[in-house]
């Protein structure tokens, strides 16, 4: 973090002054469900992880899982940028796949103690196809995934397809270093059922006002935001724990009635309890004229009450 600080105008009289201030940033260029090649430096600092790993959280320090073992690292501010990296594959480039069949691997072990787990990760063995191969043809891929609490057989999952994948050798120098090779298919997530098009939502979001880009957006961006957006809001209402690091607040009641009955049964499965939601805190010009009428008169019953 960088600052700068640019005086504006000064006022000597009344010992004011207007400053402008710009603050520089950097910001780590990784992201949730990222696939990363760990330097095999920082991987043996974390317990000897493996260096092929995907993100699992991002905050004040990111947080990855070594999705063949369950082994799970945090990485700190110093850590990262004393052997920075960058991600191998992006959420953006996810593709689909169905699971055709599922079998529960052992518990692994480190040290003779079986690595703890949650109700969301175990190894499991597995036979998955893209999605865009049925009816086209007969490729299946046998892959092993820490998400065998969680995918089922007929299930879909989100994964890279890592079997045409073609990456610098800079990138992948880590996993040369350390004795990897790609395997064909890591998955990332469940994948669940969803309704793509635009809907109405008990909750919104606050975003700072007056923000404008410089340049207005052109169609296709704007379609691509908002496509983008909408897609953070349905990870917000499946990922119970990034949902504890934003504020989430109820919406407004005054939705249109034509948008509550386009709405699905199904919708409500995924929705957000209300008890997650705070309350909105809204002063209409209304009130605020009739708290400044209040005011006038209390200065005005002061003045009355000095004269006398």
């Not at 990262?80 to 991600?87: E, G, L, N």
């Not at 909750?203 to 909408?230: F, M, R, S």
Request: hydrophobic share 35%; with cysteine.
């Amino acid at each position: 973090l960088r600052t700068a600080k640019k005086l504006i105008s000064a006022d000597n009289h009344s010992n004011t002054a207007n400053y402008k201030f710009t603050y520089a940033v950097d910001i780590a260029p990784v992201c949730k469900d990222d696939l990363v090649a760990l330097p095999l430096k920082l991987a043996r600092q974390l317990g000897n992880i493996s260096s092929l790993c995907l993100v699992t959280q991002v905050s004040s320090s990111i947080h990855v899982i070594d999705p063949f073992t369950m082994q799970r690292a945090e990485i700190d501010n110093d850590k990262f940028w004393r052997t920075p990296f960058k991600a191998l594959r992006s959420s953006k480039q996810l593709t689909e796949y169905t699971v055709l069949d599922s079998t529960p691997l052992e518990m692994p072990t480190k040290g003779g103690v079986p690595v703890r787990t949650n109700r969301k990760t175990r190894l499991a063995d597995l036979d998955v196809v893209r999605n865009t191969d049925f009816g086209v043809n007969d490729t299946h891929f046998n892959t092993v995934t820490h998400l065998g609490m969680l995918l089922n057989v007929g299930d879909t999952a989100m994964g890279y397809d890592l079997s045409t994948s073609v990456f610098n050798d800079l990138d992948t120098k880590p996993l040369d270093e350390a004795g990897i090779s790609l395997p064909d298919v890591i998955l990332v997530r469940k994948q669940f059922l969803r309704r793509v098009q635009k809907r109405t939502r008990k909750w919104k979001l606050k975003t700072i006002e007056g923000v404008e880009p410089a340049v207005p957006l052109k169609k296709a961006d704007q379609t691509k935001h908002d496509l983008d957006y909408e897609h953070f809001l349905n990870d917000l209402e499946e990922d119970k724990e990034m949902r504890a690091r934003i504020n989430i607040y109820k919406a407004n009641d005054d939705h249109d009635d034509d948008g509550d009955q386009d709405m699905d049964d199904d919708d409500d499965d995924g929705a957000i309890p209300l008890d997650e939601l705070l309350d909105d805190l809204h002063v209409d010009e209304q009130t605020h004229e009739a708290i400044l009428t209040a005011a006038a008169a209390n200065a005005t019953q002061s003045l009355n009450v000095e004269d006398l």
